[in-house]
């Protein structure tokens, strides 16, 4: 029953409660009204909700006491009654007794007002007493007869038609002589109750004041508070990619969640502007590395033009110079293109399970016939089986082997290994070349980066093999490890894990 009493409820507010508020809803999405007008209209909806239920229970409180006020009275009235009607009785017989009591009703009822009810409270009340439950009426001083109330006995009664009187209306029976008498008595809280109302009506435009002031310096409050958020978006209509370095947003004083918000914009703005920053450098360093070539081509263009078609020296050479060229700017163009890929997320690895151990023999007995004058040994070749892009981390060692090659001279030995340690592969290039600084070596890693002894010694390179080389390891949760003394050599180790173990092949 009450769960289906519930179910009514429920859908009579979705019904009415729901629609309504789309509505005010939709109305209000056409206007602009700021977030510190919304709490304060908020707040205000919900002082005026819970003033009406408070001024509901400060009424129902009231009548409920006065009601059981009455009720004491009431009772007391009876008894008063009863004790001066059997004093009388007591002194007379028969049928006199009758006429007597008749008779002597009125005295009672003042004796009965003076003795047992608060001077001060005597005011408006009025009784009638008839014989028997239905029987005629003995006395009666409710002015007109009218038809008493049987059943709301415990309420406040409404009189408008009797001169706007509110009345609290109690039934009694007492038992005399053998006789029953049954009283109606009618309590007049007129004033009382006009009192109460204009309490209340005063209170409640004091509390709608209240409610008005609180409203509108809340308002205010809250909008000091919101500075921040204005603060906020006049910063980011101001920031542009010029001024990006220097507008942060203020995040002084004391924290709160929109100081949050702003240091949290901050760091964004921090990372933003690193990215936007690298792409500069790597737009302004790739045109660097692309312009030496291109200048390179565009002078032998220009000899040729001169003096070259006759010339065979001049055109061989220059034929060479410019294919040569033509294969290095190729060459950066397609890591620049990797690399983009990768920035992009656009980069493909197709894996696969394969053994390592061939591919570093394949890439071993390839560098060995282009490679001369340098000792290429594979101390330790083992088989590991690798899940990975065969091609790109075969890219990735050459990388390494190339390097070794770059950076070593006549002369110098070069080991390449391939170890498998318990389902890790480890695939080392060592070289007695050159070496790096240790300043270097915290670098090499960064696109363009070369160091200075390298990049004076005449030795090509655009220093972007070893960004994409960490790119690919990485992209196979893979580490590279670096051990370099400078004049000594370097060793570069690709690490992959055991891909197995970590779940990645089942
Ligand atoms: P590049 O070789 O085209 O300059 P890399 O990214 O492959 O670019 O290498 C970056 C830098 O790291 C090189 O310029 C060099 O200074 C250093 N480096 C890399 N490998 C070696 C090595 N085997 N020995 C010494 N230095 C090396």
Redesign the pocket.
């Known amino acids: 029953m009450s769960e289906k009493f519930i179910e009514f409820i429920k859908r009579i507010l979705q019904k009415t409660v729901l629609p309504l508020r789309k509505k005010s809803d939709e109305i209000l999405r056409k206007f602009y009204l700021s977030i510190a007008f919304r709490i304060a209209f908020y707040y205000v909806r919900l002082f005026i909700i819970f003033g009406v239920v408070f001024f509901v229970i400060v009424y129902g409180v009231y009548v409920e006491l006065e009601v059981s006020r009455y009720n004491r009275y009431a009772d007391n009235i009876v008894n008063t009654l009863k004790g001066g009607q059997a004093v009388i009785q007591e002194n007379l017989s028969g049928e006199a007794q009758e006429e007597a009591a008749l008779d002597e009703l009125s005295m009672y009822r003042k004796r009965a007002y003076k003795e047992s009810i608060n001077p001060y409270e005597q005011k408006g009340i009025t009784i009638r007493i008839r014989k028997g439950t239905d029987g005629p009426v003995v006395y009666s001083d409710i002015e007109d007869d009218a038809e008493e109330d049987r059943q709301l006995f415990n309420m406040l009664s409404y009189n408008y038609k009797d001169n706007q009187k509110v009345l609290i209306k109690k039934r009694r029976t007492y038992e005399l002589a053998g006789t029953t008498y049954q009283v109606y008595l009618q309590f007049d809280i007129t004033d009382s109750i006009n009192n109460l109302h204009n309490f209340l009506l005063f209170l409640i435009l004091l509390y709608f004041v209240l409610v008005l002031l609180v409203a509108k310096f809340g308002q205010r409050g809250i909008e000091r508070l919101l500075q921040p958020l204005k603060n906020m978006s006049a910063t980011a209509n101001r920031l542009t990619v010029n001024n990006l370095h220097s507008e942060r947003l203020n995040v002084a004083g004391t924290k709160n969640e929109l100081k949050e918000l702003a240091g949290t914009m901050n760091s964004m703005l921090d990372r933003i502007e690193l990215s936007y920053e690298s792409q500069k450098q790597f737009v302004s360093d790739a045109s660097h590395e692309l312009r030496t070539p291109i200048a390179v081509i565009q002078g032998y263009a220009n000899m040729l033009a001169r003096w070259g078609m006759n010339d065979k020296e001049v055109l061989e050479e220059s034929v060479e110079a410019i294919t040569n060229e033509a294969k290095s700017m190729k060459d950066l163009v397609e890591k620049l293109l990797f690399l983009s890929r990768h920035d992009k997320k656009t980069l493909h690895l197709e894996r696969k399970l394969f053994n390592m151990k061939d591919v570093v023999e394949e890439m071993v007995r390839e560098t060995k016939m282009v490679v001369e004058n340098r000792s290429i040994t594979t101390p330790v070749l083992q088989n590991v089986i690798v899940y990975g892009d065969q091609q790109a981390l075969k890219q990735a060692v050459r ?2 082997i ?3 090659v ?3 001279e006549n002369g110098d030995s070069i080991k390449i290994s391939c170890r498998n340690e318990e389902g890790t592969c480890i695939v080392t290039v060592e ?1 007695t ?4 600084k240790k300043e ?1 070596m915290n670098k ?2 960064e696109r363009f ?3 200075d ?3 004076n010694g005449g ?9 994409i ?1 960490k790119l690919i390891v990485l992209n196979h949760t893979g580490t590279i490890k670096v051990r ?1 003394q400078f004049t000594k ?2 060793s ?1 180790s690709i690490i992959l894990p055991d891909y197995y173990r970590k779940g990645f092949v089942k």
């Open positions: 990388i390494f190339d390097n070794a770059k950076y070593s070289d070349g050159i070496g790096m270097d090499i890693f980066y070369r160091a002894n390298v990049r030795v090509e390179g655009q220093g972007l093999g070893l960004s080389a370099s050599g370097s570069f």
